[in-house]
């Protein structure tokens, strides 16, 4: 193969919207209320832009990603670029662009907006194109060569970034009243004039090179997708007077799309050599390379925040460099999911600040790389030697390495990860202990989470008030919903977890080896931007976490509170994680320190317990081959935490959503004594589906919709339990919410409870006659 011919430049795939003091999320904000203009807005993210692509210059990045910025979402903005605007936004998108956009994202009092999900496994949410038979798209390059535009008069070379044909279509679904089974992807011939359109605008526009996003291609794909692939690529690369095209992939390998892409007739792959998708270099080579074309390598862990291996990847783009005609470096994805600069953490211990790399640091390092590909790595030697000496103390630190921690963990047995007792008998134990009616009452965990609760919190930081007045508010607060169950009728109790600011952030201030950012801000979806703890070390729990407040709660009561926690996985799968052990060894030691307080609740008396897990199916890989795998140490650490109880402890866990299908197995392998899951909206069919997956233990579907404001009455919770009794006996059967009830008002939480408590007495005497 041809050695490169071109020094080795770094690039970006997209880079963080905010701003360093979430300027963005401020404007908007202030735009939705009235008190920012549309042009303060426009002005804003323009200075915005400016400022990232300075920032990426500065860094040494050489061509700079534009049109990757967005007021909301990249995949709506994808929406407006192909002009599948659905029928019920129309009117709102022609008498206002800006605020029909916004009214697609959000929805108004008449139109409710475009459904939002999970970008792959990352933490970001879409909002998902709706689209059907009818669908009629219409090229709108308006933003993307605007952009361009600014980027190109500022004197930078953009590159535009849109989403691509093939995973536009395969991350939209059908349109409402669309049937359930039409395929997106069946409009591909109608999409690619479209796009061919907006690659002829951004050429007349002054695009040398155009980026489009595949990440859909590194799932898994039927042989018809990867077709479909084929022929969009065949087909655009067919097209004159049109920019090279860099194809770009990531968050796993291409696999069976590397083949596919590596023949089109493009110019320019996208790919990313970390976690699994490292896989990609030996499949590269497998294929002959990217003889003719240029080769975008992603070595820098895009989406965690830890600082490069500069010398690992430096012999990994060395081995690149005889596979393609021209090798450039960058992150593994758009830096969208990191925060923007590390070098603003100056609340940590500095040599630990040393560890980090946020986007503005990945940016450097990936321009560094290409130093060290295009002179040799004689050119960057104080740097190396600066980043060994980084790795070195991060590998030696204490946080690190907890030797009993190691101790512990390594003595770990598979007798640990199981109940000493199987389930029956346990039920028997649980039945006995409890004496709860048939078809007990319970909710999810959290009570509304009232102003003047913020408002304590508020209190708290600005120091208005002191630690001790805090704990009184929240201890009053205790009472309230204590006082409110008891009256209301509900058989198991939960505290209202008013002291909780998010139900992994809780945890990690408490536990040794989590790290907390200042500014680590990262969009979670529109202008909600989350701040990630970082599990940085060797977790321990110096003392017990949740007792004070558990022994508060039952004391107030004679019937069971249930201690509440969050399970290992979820603790992952929220927080940034280490990358220099197994995801599977850190979740072990989390799942111990929870074990530790599992054990202390169940001393101080809790006879019922609940494990959090909504993240174990968002965290499943990408590629079904790598499931089980995970799978099976996301269950043992679930097992882990909560196997060292007595019989007649009963553990409860709980997800947030209804569709279980590839992970109905492992909610078994869980062995959880009492499963409660979302159910409500699709009537059910949850219940049916354990049923037939031969589920046995305990189930609590929701018969309450809490995503939505509307309170069922007591004839629907009914109902809905009528339908739960066709699939779940009786004596297996929980009444509860769909989910927490932080997010809804008392008022409704009183009615919709009352209705619910009502529907289960209803329901109980039907059966006992
Ligand atoms: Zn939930």
């Not at 989350?530 to 009561?557: F, H, K, N």
């Not at 196997?643 to 209804?658: E, F």
Request: charged fraction near 25%; proline fraction near 6%; charge should be negative.
């Amino acid at each position: 193969m041809s050695s490169s011919s071109t020094t080795p430049q770094a690039t970006v795939h997209g880079y963080p919207r905010q701003g360093p003091n979430r300027e963005l999320k401020k404007a908007i904000e202030g735009y939705w209320a009235g008190r920012v203009s549309a042009e303060v807005l426009r002005v804003t993210a323009a200075d915005l832009r400016r400022d990232n692509w300075h920032r990426l210059a500065e860094a040494g990045v050489t061509e700079v990603p534009t049109g990757d910025f967005s007021l909301y979402d990249h995949v709506l903005d994808a929406t407006v670029a192909v002009g599948a605007i659905p029928p019920r936004h129309r009117a709102a998108v022609a008498a206002d662009p800006l605020d029909g956009y916004f009214a697609m994202a959000r929805g108004t009092q008449d139109v409710a907006p475009l459904e939002m999900t999970k970008w792959f496994d990352t933490n970001y949410h879409y909002l998902v194109p709706e689209l059907g038979p009818d669908t009629v798209f219409a090229a709108n390059s308006t933003k993307a060569v605007a952009e361009l535009r600014e980027a190109l008069a500022l004197g930078h070379r953009g590159r535009p970034v849109l989403l691509g044909p093939v995973s536009y279509l395969l991350l939209a679904k059908p349109a409402p009243g669309v049937a359930a089974d039409f395929q997106p992807i069946t409009l591909l011939d109608r999409l690619l004039p479209v796009y061919a359109e907006l690659l002829a605008d951004l050429r007349a526009a002054g695009a040398e090179w155009v980026q489009l996003d595949e990440p859909a291609l590194v799932q898994d794909r039927t042989p018809a997708e990867l077709n479909a692939a084929a022929r969009a690529y065949r087909e655009l690369g067919a097209v004159t007077d049109r920019p090279k095209l860099l194809i770009a992939s990531y968050f796993d390998r291409l696999g069976k799309a590397l083949p596919v892409l590596a023949k089109a007739p493009i110019e320019g792959l996208a790919l990313d050599f970390t976690g699994p998708a490292a896989a990609n270099l030996d499949d590269l080579a497998a294929v002959g390379g990217l003889p003719g074309k240029r080769l975008v390598a992603g070595v820098v862990d895009g989406r965690n925040i830890w600082i490069n291996d500069l010398e690992k990847s430096l012999s990994t783009l060395a081995v690149l460099l005889g596979l393609a005609d021209r090798v450039d470096v960058a992150p593994s994805c758009s830096l969208l999911h990191v925060p923007l600069d590390a070098d603003r953490e100056r609340d940590l211990d500095p040599q630990v600040a040393r560890w980090l790399a946020f986007a503005r640091q990945k940016a450097a390092e990936a321009a560094l790389l290409a130093r060290g590909l295009g002179e040799g790595a004689s050119a960057i030697t104080a740097e190396l030697a600066a980043n060994r000496a980084d790795l070195a103390s991060r590998a030696a630190s204490a946080l690190t390495y907890d030797p009993a921690v190691r101790a512990r963990t390594a003595a770990t047995t598979a007798a640990d990860a199981r109940r000493a007792q199987a389930y029956p008998e346990r039920a028997e134990a649980q039945r006995t202990r409890l004496g709860l009616p048939l078809l007990p009452t319970t909710t999810i965990g959290s009570f509304p989470q009232t102003p003047e609760l913020r408002t304590a919190r508020a209190d708290l930081r600005a120091g208005r008030i002191d630690a001790a007045a805090y704990r009184e508010r929240m201890e009053a607060e205790v009472r309230e919903v204590i006082a409110y169950q008891e009256k209301a009728g509900l058989d198991v109790l939960v505290h209202g977890e008013p002291e909780r600011n998010d139900m992994v952030q809780y945890f990690a201030e408490q536990l040794t080896g989590y790290l907390a950012t200042r500014h680590g801000w990262v969009q979670s979806y529109g202008t909600r931007y989350v701040r990630p703890p970082v599990l940085a070390g060797d977790i321990s729990r110096p003392e017990p976490m949740t007792t004070d407040w558990y022994r508060y709660a039952q004391g107030l009561t004679d019937r069971p509170v249930k201690g509440m926690l969050t399970g290992p996985v979820t603790m992952l799968a929220w927080s940034f994680v280490r990358d220099d052990q197994p995801l599977a060894e850190t979740a072990r030691q989390v799942a111990l320190a929870l074990r530790d307080e599992v054990t202390d609740l169940e001393a101080a008396g809790a006879a019922v317990i609940q494990v959090d897990e909504p993240a174990l199916r968002e965290t499943l890989p990408l590629r079904a081959a790598d499931r089980a795998a995970y799978l099976a140490w996301a269950t043992e650490a679930f097992r882990l935490a909560t196997s060292a109880v007595r019989a007649d402890t009963q553990i409860h866990t709980h997800m947030c959503y209804a569709e279980f299908g590839a992970i109905m197995t492992a909610i078994d392998d869980l062995d959880a004594d009492v499963i409660s899951l979302e159910a409500a909206r699709s009537h059910m069919q949850v219940a049916g589906e354990l049923a037939e997956a031969g589920y046995p233990r305990e189930v609590g579907p929701g018969v309450w919709d809490i995503h939505s404001p509307r309170v069922p009455s007591t004839e629907e919770a009914a109902g809905l339990l009528r339908a739960g009794l066709a699939a779940i006996p009786a004596e297996r059967l929980w009444v509860n919410p769909d989910c927490g009830l932080k997010t809804r008002g008392w008022s409704e939480t009183r009615a919709s409870l009352g209705h619910l408590v009502a529907a289960a007495r209803e329901v109980r005497a039907e059966l006992t006659g």
